[in-house]
């Protein structure tokens, strides 16, 4: 009697145990299938880039001015032993020996005027192509430490001197056909040499597309051998 009280006893625990497991699956399975769905929906969303996506880099300012047909570039500005160099390349309009006339440098309250000047590459104009020479200019400044930005630089012209293998008008005849407006103008031109050195241009011909005015006009500018600017600058990066 005993024993069946005991079996009637686990039998009814089991059914227990089976019923409240039961329970606990239905009671899962009735919730509404939202929790993931909806912890999903409150991430941010994701705004990175891939790992080999390269980082924008800043856009290099390049200082370069054009006057009177001359452009000028700046491109370098550095602290070097004896002051400052900055580097530049500008327009040669034809064949000459073109040099560029730099100013003052202005920092702070300090105006230094320009020490040397150097030579670096040179495209020389071909008739066709103007030119393109490129020099470095020094300024000579002992109190490095106290050099700051912003600096203010400038060249006040450029001019093409007359060499020593030439006679001034074959100067002036070698320019004239090297000067890629001048050929494209059809400029002929008669050249002589006056008694205090110089020269007298007088025009003998142009395209006939070409006005009188516009044409003697650019002869004379030819003959002058000098275009004046200014080209300023402010620099505000200088190289240490």
């Keep these: 009697m005993q024993t069946k009280k005991n079996n009637f006893t686990f039998l009814f625990i089991i059914g227990l145990l089976i019923v409240a497991a039961m329970a606990a699956i239905g009671f899962y399975a009735s919730r ?18 891939p790992a080999d996506t390269p980082t924008p880099q800043p856009s290099v300012e390049v ?9 000028v570039e700046v491109t370098s500005a550095k602290i070097i032993e004896t002051g400052v160099e900055i580097g530049i390349c500008f327009t040669t309009l034809d064949g ?23 030579f670096t590459t040179e495209v020389k104009a071909d008739g ?12 000579r400044i002992d109190d490095l430490q106290n050099i700051t930005t912003p600096i203010q630089f400038s060249i006040i012209d450029v001019y093409a001197p007359q060499r ?8 002036f005849q070698q ?25 007298s241009i007088e ?38």
């Design 32 to 49: 509404p299938q939202t929790t993931v769905a909806a912890d999903v929906e409150l991430q941010a969303p994701y705004l990175g880039k």
């Design 63 to 71: 200082l370069s001015k054009t006057v009177n047909e001359i452009t």
């Design 96 to 118: 000459g020996e073109w040099y560029a006339g730099p100013g003052h440098l202005f920092y702070s309250t300090y105006e230094i005027y320009p020490d040397e000047a150097e």
């Design 128 to 139: 066709k192509d103007f030119g393109k020479r490129c020099q470095l200019i020094r300024y």
């Design 164 to 171: 020593e293998m030439y006679t001034p008008c074959q100067e």
């Design 175 to 199: 320019r004239l056909e090297t000067h890629p407006k001048a050929n494209a103008f059809g400029l002929k031109a008669k050249c002589t040499e006056t008694s205090n050195g110089g020269i």
């Design 203 to 240: 025009l003998l011909d142009n395209a006939s597309s070409v006005a009188k005015e516009q044409a003697e006009g650019l002869l004379n500018q030819i003959a002058k051998a000098e275009v004046v600017g200014p080209w300023e600058f402010t620099i505000t990066t200088i190289e240490k």
